[in-house]
């Protein structure tokens, strides 16, 4: 089963709103990572956050992590339609063999509309 | 600069026939890469890593395998294909802050 799990599946907003994406996840981690995929297109990194953090920002973007409950939020200010793609968790389930594995969730796409 | 290339992007081939995919980082040395896949809408499920020359490790047992000929080259190949290897195939290479992914490729069994 995925280690990720992405809530909501799909999110449509207008332009000039905020985006809010959440991530469950099932096991302890070390890291939790947040990455955007344009349709067809390979996986852009976006932000990392450490178990120890609670929050995060980049830009727009803002990353928040809640160890006890096993979640995580990203958060999009001021949409634009360059925005709309699909975003995707992942965490570390281990490191084991020389080094860390990644689990991704199933993903939110966002469409952002003009 | 370091960059990771992903060949070819897009591919079409016949039940029944093989297939070699490669994946080359640039930039760095002993990275630690991976393979994972994509189906239509879904998440990506982890294939094959690696963290040095001949050195593979297998997350699911399937009709694929992977091979690490080189420090910066990592391949993903079948002998035979089935239609359910269909799907997006990408490369990553694991740097401190996260993936770096490769632009992947569309394969599609007929």
């Known amino acids: 089963s995925q280690q990720g799990e992405e809530d909501p599946q799909a999110l449509s907003i207008q332009e000039g709103e905020n985006a809010t994406m959440n991530c469950s996840y099932k096991t302890s981690i070390n890291n939790l990572q947040w990455y955007r995929q344009n349709s067809g297109r390979g996986l852009v990194h976006l932000i990392l956050?450490?178990?120890?953090?609670r929050e995060k920002h980049s830009g727009r973007l803002r990353v928040t992590l809640d160890t006890s409950k096993k979640s995580s939020s990203l958060l999009i200010t001021a949409s634009r339609a360059a925005d709309t793609a699909s975003y995707f968790c992942a965490t570390d389930v281990g490191y084991t063999s020389g080094t860390y594995k990644y689990i991704f969730g199933t993903g939110t796409r966002l469409k952002v509309l003009a | 600069s370091q960059t990771i290339h992903q060949w070819p992007a897009t591919l079409v081939q016949p039940v029944g026939s093989p297939l070699s995919l490669e994946c080359t980082v640039e930039?760095?040395?002993?990275?630690?890469l991976y393979w994972y896949r994509q189906a239509a809408g879904r998440g990506l499920q982890l294939l094959f890593y690696s963290i040095g020359i001949g050195q593979i490790s297998s997350e699911v047992p399937q009709n694929l395998s992977a091979s690490r000929p080189q420090d910066r080259q990592f391949i993903l190949s079948s002998k035979k294909l089935l239609l359910s290897d269909s799907g997006f195939y990408l490369c990553?290479?694991?740097?401190?802050?996260?993936?770096?992914f490769g632009s992947g490729t569309r394969l599609t069994v007929v």
């Open positions: 990553a290479w694991n740097r401190d802050h996260g993936y770096t």
């Open positions: 956050i450490r178990s120890n953090e």
């Open positions: 930039g760095t040395s002993n990275p630690n």
